[in-house]
Nanobody
């Protein structure tokens, strides 16, 4: 069983930055995508970004394009989410996710098999 462990959340003022990390417990496991989702209170979980494990291509939700950057460190088996120019509406629990095989989409939570426990990001105005 693969475990994903997020870290790096916290409280930041609007306009500030945070970097989230997600480490996988197994160095080698079948994965096609690793992504980040977020869920604000009373809202559904929404797609933020994902990275294709085969070619490193990244995809972003329109709401975070130009502000968030996803990257990976193969040697450390870790992915990162650099969040800049944070806004109060970015406040949510952020979840790391991994997909073991491609299901035809990258922005749906149902396309991912493994999930982390989540890390809270709070942006104050």
């Amino acid at each position: 069983q693969v475990q994903l462990v997020e870290s790096g959340g916290g409280l930041v003022q609007a306009g500030g930055s945070l970097r989230l990390s997600c480490a996988a417990s197994k160095r080698t496991f079948s994965r096609t995508l690793m992504g980040w989702f977020r869920q604000a209170p009373g809202k559904e979980r929404e797609f933020v970004t994902t990275i294709s494990w085969s070619d490193g291509g990244t995809y972003y939700a329109d709401s975070v394009k130009g502000r968030f950057t996803m990257s990976r460190d193969n040697a450390e088996n870790t992915v990162y989410l650099q969040m800049n120019s944070l806004k109060p509406e970015d406040t949510a629990v952020y979840y790391c996710a991994a997909s073991s095989y491609y299901r035809g989409s990258y922005d749906r939570a149902a396309a991912y098999d493994y999930w982390g426990q989540g890390t809270q990001v709070t942006v104050s105005s």
